[in-house]
């Protein structure tokens, strides 16, 4: 009946992401925050630990501190989250997993290919759950969508256009969380296709359950001076020959976080909207369209057991993202958990940043997408 | 830095409103769940409370073991949530504040407007704080609505269209929620009136700042054998002259949740759908519509300090509910919550119920409401 | 093959309607415009004239000389479209029927229920076809609609909403159609109930096929000065008990020609919208809910045959004015045209007004709707 | 004030597209048909002609016929409007110019871009008006983009995202249009390309006022044995370095027509939809998003002139096509029409198309686009 206790990596004063880990792994009672490294500087981890309403003394400024000091304690952090910059992330996941401390991370997994693989070879050495928090596969239609797809009610997959615009990199990068994303020694070599470019990438192979194994990519820092990506373009190839098409932008004025997919077979199609996730709408071949709602009747069992709310109490951003903690959550009690972004996600991932990175420096044309 | 301890009245297994209550009062770290009285039955009162993972020795079966438990403990319990039916409200909301516990209850109030006036005579009297939770008015662009329209943007208030149709009770009233909402003894003389027309006379005297003075209410049990009304009519008539109408229905077929206000000036008007909660439509007289976005840049500061996500990162249901305990939590601190619906909304929505039930019955046609 | 001939009454310049009717009427290729008393000044009248491009020497300065030279000409019009302010269809009408020309007329039919019941004695003793130019009837999904409901895929039909928002009026009449709208010599004493609640009304009795027998009015001038209603809200009764609501506006400030319709029955709901007209909303009890699009290959025939284009090519407003028009030519060469709105929805149109305008000043409750 | 006299080659029995150019030309009476060529086979021609109600000496058999005809009538036709499969657009087109007669053509303009170099030379020899139906750029919301891009409301262009979803070639290719436009010896090398790729193409030039200079093209046939694509994704470089791309399909089940696009500059964004052709959707870097609806009286004067009913009546594709008919009745009458696709549309779409194809067949990479 106890609570895990997670102990935060990251997530300090002014944090958008943090505050989101927290709520998100708190929202059913089966996570409490209890600890965290919020901050290189003591000052600000303690501060923000303060903003948190955890205990003071287990806001530590360092790894080590967090780690040595939670170790000691019976009650001592069952994991923890990671949500700091990319460059942060291998070390952090290191020195946890070196701890015995299991770990769930944001993405990017970390800012380069080369460290995703040591953090493969790291997690698969330890035997410890990792867990990657790409939020828009916990949205319960995103998990309907999936289920209709594996149950072949649109026949063979022939196409996919995913789209992730953003328009809030339009001007010079202003605020914390713009600077770090923009800037490549945090970042790594990616910076749209990192930060949205990913979650696109795997949505896409999340719902349709097929490997994209080639792509053509055409990248640019449109804002002058940049030195990161900002407008991505990918053309992709997956393991059934089925075609595909990635966009992903932070400079289209007026967008929001407008990630949206669309998925066609020799049977139908279907179309989901981040931005108003509580809908689903499926087409037939022979020109019918349902629209499926978040919370209704015709839900199958994957996207029934991560739904709080009856239809029309519309839920969002943060349970989706909650029902990715509790995934996790039932990972470290070792239940199954099938929909958890994991290891596997991390280097693909990774992969595809890279490789769409190179790529378009060279203006390669079509390659091949290998982890 | 404490976090404020709720006790829960009601919300016992299969409950639907208790684990909403408990997502969003612990949403903002405020507070937290830490004893109940969920059910009436003993072995089911702990049965929830091993539900929500509180101390299995603070689910009481009770009133009087959980406020004699509770107040003999250094750290027990700072208010209680009423999540019960309608007519347990009263007793439960009477033995808390004879305890000393503050109190928010889940709407309508009680089950009868004279139930009604003894809570609000208990409440002045024991001088406790007092909320309600009109879920509703704790969205953001709710309250963005209302700066809005206060700031004067639609002009003088001439026309309110108010609409909350919902489709769950079109067939037989099946379930737990369902059986107690129709059964006159549990919820009170008001069926659909009570359960959503409050909500939608709340929500409309929230955002217009003007109170209704007059109604003509045609209220009709359409499902044959249902002994409290499911669809409503009501006409409205507000202190400035302005013309309303309040329309709620719980047998209108694929109709999920779809609370809407519109408003009209004599220079603006607007629009708010709770399904699409993210998005507030203006429009002005020159021609003109503007679309206001939840977490942008044009929001005013009620609206933005009650967002956690940025723009494009849906805030839903559970995320305004944690809005109208963040309001109640203040109060508990000693802060000003000029949003938070209290006694007085307690009172203004037991009239509206107990007059439009009466005035529909008798075919009164315009009658005052009066508190 | 020969198209039949139209002549015009009223539409002069400056019209909104004339060119609508003109555009409709012709565009099946079934009908041409070829004669015209377009105004009451001779000169004005051969402007517009010219402005049609039709012979100058057929627009006529009077309704005399329009009958007279036109029915002495071999290739004489076939029938007149009576298009000018409300208080002249009836001499209009009569004037046709007289000199044996059929009539197709703008809603409502006249100005008051007296010269409804005038208007139909002389078109039934004339024998001559009348058509009514309930426009939004003509939509292809509004068939759908009508077919779907009579096929019982609702049910029994228990509730109708019906709305018609617009903001036009919102501030002073300015221009001539708002001039003598607002002008009850012209208008009759219906302002919006008679312009648009008619319009709202008739839809409703047209997709449920069910007739209201009771209603309560509530009607106002809502702006400062005006002589005819600008706000209404009807309660109805149909005669199989359903319920309803029509509400219907011009000072709505932002809303343009906001016509929709829902209607729940115990099995099944729908909702279509004029602004949107290709698309029409399906619900059933058990939770689905279907798109119905326009030109698609679910329509059944009523709609099939009233489309133009194939699905995803919008159709609009003036292809459903012409589907009136395609109906009233069907009539006129004989065949049969069951959707076209005719003398019966004229009288019943004039009743409504009628009975609304009276009802609502005495404060009359309900009251029956006869005809 | 006479009409002007069009002839029709192409548009037999079973076509969709002749009825919709009649429609088109007639509806503003500034255009007759009065003649045609509407099948080689003389019985189906006179058949045709009769379906559209003219003069059956006029329906004839040949192109030869028709010309010679028409040019020893008094009241012969004044242009040709070609709507016949595309190899036929050339001899078609040569044979009206040769006989003094201007042209108005489907697009695309041609079969292939020798053809369509050989058109344009023989345009520029005659000296007669040449159009093109590039339908899309008939909305007048399309003219309100351009007219916002133009004025610099969006600063300058950086990125162009233009799609042309449809579905109806997902299965096997059933009927007559479905067979001309899959088989390579009628439609020319190009499919989906060809048939909707140009609009597309098209509509982002027209709206940006920018060409575009360099494309990638990955095109493919995905139904199996289909000869000609119809699944393209295209990406584009402007003239001034903006990114464009360009996705086109007419596989994605449940898609009807869903040409959309959006543009983003420095200082703002927009999106228009032709499925949703009355609105028009413009952000502004301050986090403003508007609304501009067709009718209404934010337009500009380019949209207000091509807009037939007020706000809230919407229009639609056939309004649209009208309104490239007005243009072009315009020049044959000598006024200015800026906005009318001609010649010159003819050769970018058909070099588009031909590039396209060729780079796509060599997986050539970035390719220059040159006319």
């Not at 400024?61 to 001592?76: H, K, N, Q, W, Y």
């Not at 978040?294 to 349970?319: F, I, V």
């Not at 990774?350 to 790529?359: L, P, S």
Request: with cysteine; net charge negative; hydrophobic share 40%.
């Amino acid at each position: 009946m106890t609570r895990l206790r997670m102990g935060m990596i990251g997530g300090g004063l002014g944090s958008f992401v943090g505050p989101v880990h927290r709520i998100a792994a708190e929202m059913d009672r089966e996570i409490e925050l209890v600890a965290g490294c919020f901050s290189s500087d003591a000052g600000r981890s303690r501060a923000a630990g303060e903003s948190y309403r955890i205990d003071p003394a287990r806001a530590y400024p360092t790894l080590d501190a967090m780690f040595a000091g939670e170790t000691a304690r019976s009650d001592g952090i069952d994991f923890v989250s990671i949500v700091s910059p990319n460059h942060h992330h291998l070390p952090a996941a290191r020195a946890a997993l070196a701890a015995g401390v299991p770990v769930i991370s944001d993405k990017p997994a970390t800012a380069t290919l080369d460290e995703a693989r040591e953090l493969a070879e790291c997690v698969r050495t330890v035997g410890l759950p990792y867990g990657l928090t790409h939020t828009y596969s916990g949205y319960p239609l995103v998990r309907e969508a999936r289920a209709r797809v594996g149950a072949g009610m649109l026949g063979t997959i022939r196409k996919v256009v995913v789209e992730y615009p953003q328009g809030w990199l339009a001007g010079e990068a202003v605020g914390k969380q713009a600077e770090w994303r923009t800037d490549p020694a945090r970042s790594g070599p990616g910076g749209c296709i990192g930060d949205i470019g990913t979650h696109a990438f795997q949505l896409a192979e999340f719902v349709t359950g097929r490997k994209v194994v080639e792509l053509l990519a055409d990248l640019a820092a449109v804002v002058p001076g940049r030195a990161v990506d900002d407008d991505c373009t990918v053309l992709l190839r997956y393991d059934n020959g089925a075609r595909g098409v990635l966009l992903a932008s932070q400079i289209e004025v007026g967008e929001m976080n407008g990630l949206r997919i669309r998925i066609y077979g020799d049977k139908g199609g279907l179309l989901w909207r981040q931005e108003v996730p509580n809908t689903l709408m499926l087409h037939s071949l022979d020109g019918r369209t349902e629209i499926v709602h978040a919370g209704g009747s015709q839900l199958g069992p994957d996207a029934a057991s991560r739904t709080r709310t009856p239809t029309g109490h519309p839920e969002g951003y943060l349970e989706a993202f909650a029902n990715i903690y509790r995934d996790f959550a039932a990972v470290l009690r070792g239940e199954p958990a099938p929909f958890l972004p994991g290891i596997d996600d991390a280097l693909r991932g990774m992969a595809f940043i890279d490789t769409a990175v190179r790529a378009s420096r060279d203006k390669a044309g079509w390659v091949p997408l290998t982890v």
